[in-house]
């Protein structure tokens, strides 16, 4: 079983949508999620990041994270063009990120 | 706001060449990493570096790679004898803290893109 899944996509939207990303993960003693945004040979930029179950909202976005059912999801409000990207979670373990391969989103205007 | 930053952006190298990649952290963290991310699939762990030792490396991370931090401000990935499938993007990241306990996330540079020809 992976570490980190996530589908791969592409996921294509209209501009104004609600996007929603997810991720899924194997070990429970992971305690800190992350989603960085990736654009086109440019290295992982950090978006959000949480610690155990709960929500955090930044903006249009919003991360939460169910511990339970090991689960991590990234919603973005009113979707922008300049959103098209791809999303990145990652799991901290000790003393690295495990990646999942990442979601590519397209927002089309 | 603060930055890592990597040099060069692309190198171009000869299989079985040597390589060093340059990182600048930023200037308060105390953690160091490699990543590499091979075209088309995702981000991975190479090696993690912390008061100026090897703290954490992964399998990819064998006899043929080292890392430095030569003076207070760069750190470096160094390949001995490339080989083509070495060709991928190497990100470096620092962090303050750096573990599954610390709330203190992973800030990465633009990476240097690596071709072994």
């Known amino acids: 079983q992976k570490e980190v899944e996530q589908d791969p996509g592409p996921l294509s939207v209209p501009e104004g949508a609600i996007v929603s990303l997810n991720c899924t993960y194997s070990?429970?003693?992971?305690?800190?999620f992350m989603w960085y945004r990736q654009y086109s040979r440019k290295g992982p930029e950090l978006l959000m990041y949480?610690?155990?179950?709960g929500n955090k909202e930044d903006g249009r976005f919003t991360a939460q994270v169910d511990k339970s059912s090991k689960y991590i999801s990234l919603f973005i409000r009113d979707s922008q063009p300049s959103d098209s990207a791809t999303y990145l979670c990652?799991?901290?373990?000790?003393?690295?990120?495990?990646f999942g391969t990442g979601t590519r989103l397209l927002v089309s205007p | 706001e603060p930055e890592v930053t990597q040099t060069p952006s692309h190198q171009v190298t000869q299989m079985g060449q040597e390589v060093i990649l340059r990182c600048v952290p930023i200037?308060?963290?105390?953690?160091f990493y490699w990543y590499r991310q091979i075209l088309g699939q995702k981000v991975e762990f190479l090696v993690s570096?912390?008061?100026?030792?090897?703290?954490?490396k992964s399998e990819i991370f064998d006899d043929q790679f080292s890392v430095e931090r030569p003076d207070g401000s760069n750190f470096t990935l160094k390949i001995r004898s490339t080989k083509l499938e070495d060709s991928a993007m190497y990100f470096c990241?620092?962090?303050?803290?750096?573990?599954?306990?610390?709330?203190?996330?992973?800030?990465f540079g633009d990476g240097t893109r690596l071709s072994i020809l």
């Open positions: 200037s308060n963290h105390l953690y």
């Open positions: 990241a620092s962090s303050k803290t750096g573990n599954q306990y610390s709330n203190q996330p992973q800030h």
């Open positions: 570096f912390y008061n100026n030792e090897i703290s954490e």
């Open positions: 949480t610690y155990s179950s």
């Open positions: 990652a799991i901290m373990g000790f003393q690295k990120l495990v």
């Open positions: 070990n429970s003693a992971f305690q800190y």
